[in-house]
T-cell receptor, first 111, second 116 residues
Framework: GENVEQHPSTLSVQEGDSAVIKCTYS??????FPWYKQELGKGPQLIID?????GEKKDQRIAVTLNKTAKHFSLHITETQPEDSAVYFC??????????FGPGTRLSVLP | GAVVSQHPSRVICKSGTSVKIECRSL??????MFWYRQFPKQSLMLMAT?????????EQGVEKDKFLINHASLTLSTLTVTSAHPEDSSFYIC????????????FGPGTRLTVL
C-alpha cells in the first residue's frame, strides 16, 4: 500500500521568510496530492492540491511542486505571516483509493 | 463552497453512554463521507468510509459494532460511539467527497469527545 513520509516534523521561520515542506510517497499509481492546513482544535483545510499530470501549481503565496520520477512533492510558502502558523499535512491517493496522510509538519512563523 | 459542518463541536459524556456525531455537507451532495480519528499531535487515521445508501467500510482494527455509521442521505452521515470508554476520547473529524468527484475531500471542523 501507499506510504507517505513528510519532513521536517517541525519548522520555525522568521516572518517574511519562505517555508518548504517535503513529502515522499511510495505508490507510483498515486495521482492526486492535496495539502491541508490544520489550526489548533480545528479540522484540516484544503489549501492547494496537484494532480500527476501537472508539475507545479501556484496560488498567491502558496505553491506545490511534484516530481513523479522521484515520487516527491513539496509545499512552498513565501512571505510567511504569523497566521501561517499551523500543522500542515500532505496526502497521496490514487483512483478509488483512500487518502494516505503524512505525519504532519508544525510550522511556526516568528514575528 | 464545499462547506462541511459537524455537530456537536465538543461533547463530554460518562463512560458507558453512547454519543452521536453528525456530519453534513452544506452546499454540495456527498456520495461518500469519511470518518477520521486524530489523537494529540498525530496525523489523521481513517476509521471508515460511508457511501450513501450502503453499509460503511471499516478500516482494519476499527470495531463496526462500536462505531456505528449511517449515511442516510447525500448530505448527512452520522457516527455513533456506543458504550464509550475513556480510551475513545479523541478528536473525530469527518470529510466529504462531492458526487462525481473522485478525489478531493473537504473536512468538517471536528468533534472533541471526552469520556469520563
Amino acid at each position: 500500500g501507499e506510504n507517505v513520509e513528510q519532513h521536517p516534523s517541525t519548522l520555525s521561520v522568521q516572518e517574511g521568510d519562505s517555508a518548504v515542506i517535503k513529502c515522499t510517497y511510495s505508490d507510483s499509481a498515486s495521482n492526486y496530492f492535496p495539502w491541508y492546513k490544520q489550526e489548533l482544535g480545528k479540522g484540516p483545510q484544503l489549501i492547494i492540491d496537484i494532480r500527476s499530470n501537472v508539475g507545479e501549481k501556484k496560488d498567491q503565496r502558496i505553491a506545490v511542486t511534484l516530481n513523479k520520477t522521484a515520487k516527491h512533492f513539496s509545499l512552498h510558502i513565501t512571505e510567511t505571516q504569523p497566521e501561517d502558523s499551523a500543522v500542515y499535512f500532505c496526502a497521496a491517493t490514487g483512483y478509488g483509493q483512500n487518502f494516505v496522510f503524512g505525519p504532519g509538519t508544525r510550522l511556526s512563523v516568528l514575528p | 463552497g464545499a462547506v462541511v459542518s459537524q455537530h456537536p463541536s465538543r461533547v463530554i459524556c460518562k463512560s458507558g453512554t453512547s454519543v452521536k456525531i453528525e456530519c453534513r455537507s452544506l452546499d454540495f451532495q456527498a456520495t461518500t463521507m469519511f470518518w477520521y480519528r486524530q489523537f494529540p499531535k498525530q496525523s489523521l487515521m481513517l476509521m471508515a468510509t460511508s457511501n450513501e445508501g450502503s453499509k460503511a467500510t471499516y478500516e482494519q482494527g476499527v470495531e463496526k459494532d462500536k462505531f456505528l455509521i449511517n449515511h442516510a442521505s447525500l448530505t448527512l452521515s452520522t457516527l455513533t460511539v456506543t458504550s464509550a470508554h475513556p480510551e475513545d476520547s479523541s478528536f473525530y473529524i469527518c470529510s466529504a467527497r462531492a458526487s462525481g468527484v473522485t478525489d478531493t475531500q473537504y473536512f468538517g471542523p471536528g468533534t472533541r469527545l471526552t469520556v469520563l
